[in-house]
Nanobody, 121 residues
Framework: QVQLVESGGGLVQPGGSLRLSCAAS????????MGWYRQTPGNQRERVAA???????NYADSVKGRFTISRDNAKNTVYLQMNSLKPEDTSVYYC???????????????WGQGTQVTVSS
């Protein structure tokens, strides 16, 4: 059993900052890639940022220079620092991981429950 617990969402004014966290726990052997996605009603889920176990990152063009993804392998946690937030960043943000369980089961697309981010004055 694996759990992903997200936190850090909320309401922020345009230009403000938020930091999302996603902590994985349970029967984890190793976590490979970790990432953040977002989805608004009626739209497809889009990838915001991703990070490999070794720390290589990539970002959606819409967030480059404003968002930073990082991870703490010892804590099985991934973070998303969001700065200079815009109203169009309003969305539900989901954590996604690719991992191996202690039973060597590969979970390539494991999702958190989502956390709401609202950017509004």
């Amino acid at each position: 059993q694996v759990q992903l617990v997200e936190s850090g969402g909320g309401l922020v004014q345009p230009g403000g900052s938020l930091r999302l966290s996603c902590a994985a726990s349970g029967s984890i052997f190793v976590i490979n890639a970790m990432g953040w996605y977002r989805q608004t009603p009626g739209n497809q889920r889009e990838r915001v940022a991703a990070i490999t176990r070794g720390g290589s990152t990539n970002y959606a063009d819409s967030v480059k220079g404003r968002f930073t993804i990082s991870r703490d392998n010892a804590k099985n946690t991934v973070y998303l620092q969001m700065n200079s937030l815009k109203p169009e960043d309003t969305s539900v943000y989901y954590c996604n991981v690719d991992l191996l369980t202690v039973n060597m089961r590969h979970l390539s697309d494991y999702w958190g429950q989502g956390t709401q981010v609202t950017v509004s004055s």
